[in-house]
Antibody, heavy 124, light 111 residues
Framework: DVQVVESGGGVVRPGGSLRLSCAAS????????MTWVRQAPGKGLEWVAS????????GYADSAKGRFTISRDNTKNSLYLQMNSLRAEDTAFYHC?????????????????WGQGTLVTVSS | QSALTQPASVSGSPGQSITISCTGT?????????VSWYRQHPGKAPKLMIY???NRPSGVSNRFSGSKSGNTASLTISGLQAEDEGDYYC???????????FGGGTKLTVL
């Protein structure tokens, strides 16, 4: 079965950093682009960042540009989100999802498998 | 970037049909057939319901259908059931500096 499982959330002070991880299983990881989506408590979904199959192409929401970096390690079937200069408004559940990017052969223009999310709380 | 526009809430009785709209611009919904829809139950991960405007993933009921006209995409659910309750989000590729944009979400209540 396809699974993506996030980890690395926690409480961090404003201005701090955190690195989220997403472990993928049940599919050939480097055949897919991957995406991070976040959801503040009680709010809607917000696209954060996407990466193609080999990390050669990335995209970021305006709220993430210059502060967040999406990356992947295909040898470890893992996706990452490095978050720096965190702000209170970054407090949210962060979901990892398969799709939203391209492989060497095709593109997945949707998000077909999602993780349950990991909670990031930015607070002093 | 601006979110796609969805109604905040819709409701219907069991057995009825409802439609949720998702209005974007000529840079996103109107430009590409890359609109997808997700349902989210409280405390759960979102689930893909429709992709590519009108395609259903395996396992999704044929009561769910999608369409698009101009800059507005729509999700229609026929034969409403209690399990259809939840929050629904549209999602589209965009040609702006960012790549993807979500709708603000619509809460569906089955009366």
């Amino acid at each position: 079965d396809v699974q993506v499982v996030e980890s690395g959330g926690g409480v961090v002070r404003p201005g701090g950093s955190l690195r989220l991880s997403c472990a993928a299983s049940g599919f050939t990881f480097d055949d897919y682009g991957m995406t991070w989506v976040r959801q503040a408590p009680g709010k809607g979904l917000e696209w954060v960042a996407s990466i193609n199959w080999n990390g050669g192409s990335t995209g970021y929401a305006d709220s993430a540009k210059g502060r967040f970096t999406i990356s992947r390690d295909n040898t470890k079937n893992s996706l990452y989100l490095q978050m720096n200069s965190l702000r209170a408004e970054d407090t949210a559940f962060y979901h990892c999802a398969r799709g939203g990017g391209c492989s060497s052969a095709s593109c997945l223009y949707y998000l077909d498998y999602w993780g349950q999310g990991t909670l990031v709380t930015v607070s002093s | 970037q601006s979110a796609l526009t969805q109604p905040a809430s819709v409701s219907g009785s069991p057995g009825q049909s409802i439609t949720i709209s998702c209005t974007g611009t000529s840079s996103d919904v109107g430009a590409y057939n890359y609109v997808s829809w997700y349902r989210q139950h409280p405390g759960k991960a979102p689930k893909l319901m429709i992709y590519g405007v009108n395609n259903r993933p395996s396992g999704v009921s044929n009561r769910f259908s999608g369409s698009k006209s101009g800059n507005t995409a729509s999700l229609t659910i026929s034969g409403l059931q209690a399990e259809d309750e939840g929050d629904y989000y549209c999602f589209s590729y965009t040609s702006t500096m960012t790549l993807w944009v979500f709708g603000g979400g619509t809460k569906l209540t089955v009366l």
